[in-house]
């Protein structure tokens, strides 16, 4: 097995999983609590991915192929049949093969590389920190709030995956999102959200201005 493929313990789920991204877990059943101590023995990682038909409990499910490995950070012992855990995402991966499904799921997996360009410019990255923040400013103001400080990171993968994480997009999309093999192409895509997301809610305050000022 070469150094950019391992074996890897997979947990379908209803969520998209980025890198970077933190995610909290509640593990209850019998297969997972196994595959939660054997993590535990190793090296503390397994792999989610999204899942395209069926459900989380129970029998089996339909996933996609591409996931994110999720590294586990602590886990609270509720009592014999609940774990809580926190994760974080690291690196993507693609499945490779399935060598086992049961209990759980076990499969080699590829590990992805981010792929950069030259498109990857200081402008793109402005355009899309500033649709964020102008996106959250906007719907904060909307709900009566502000934001003080817009902490999105300039670094051209981690601001992909920190937007991809916080848009409010069905998980579909996200997966989509996930899958994009440039990261450049991926914040084009988040720059299109955004700005398309924002239209709307620019006409409503807009409104709401109006029919401020015409009441003076």
């Known amino acids: 097995m070469s150094i950019d493929q391992r074996t890897l313990p997979i947990f379908p789920l209803n969520t998209v999983l980025f890198p970077e991204s933190s995610f909290p877990l509640q593990i209850f059943e019998d297969r997972y609590k196994q595959m939660l101590r054997i993590c535990l023995n190793n090296d503390s990682k397994f792999g989610v991915v999204l899942i395209k038909e069926g459900s989380e409990i129970g029998g089996q499910a339909t996933y996609h192929s591409i996931g994110t490995v999720a590294e586990i950070m ?112 991926r914040l084009e895509t988040e720059l299109e959200i955004l700005t398309q997301a924002s239209i709307p809610i620019k006409r409503v305050v807009k409104r709401r201005l109006a029919q401020k000022f015409s009441r003076n």
């Open 74 to 185: 602590s886990v609270n012992q509720e009592n014999e049949d609940l774990f809580r855990i926190s994760t974080i995402g690291r690196q993507r991966f693609q499945i490779l093969n399935i060598l086992d499904e049961k209990p759980y799921i076990d499969a080699d997996v590829l590990l992805l590389d981010e792929e950069l360009d030259i498109r990857e410019s200081s402008n793109l990255i402005a355009q899309v920190r500033q649709a964020a923040s102008s996106h959250i400013s906007l719907t904060e103001g909307l709900q009566g709030g502000w934001v003080n400080n817009f902490m999105a990171p300039w670094d051209p993968v981690s601001l992909s995956y920190f937007i991809a994480s916080a848009l409010q997009i069905d998980q579909l999309s996200k997966q989509e999102l996930l899958e994009e093999k440039l990261v450049s192409k």
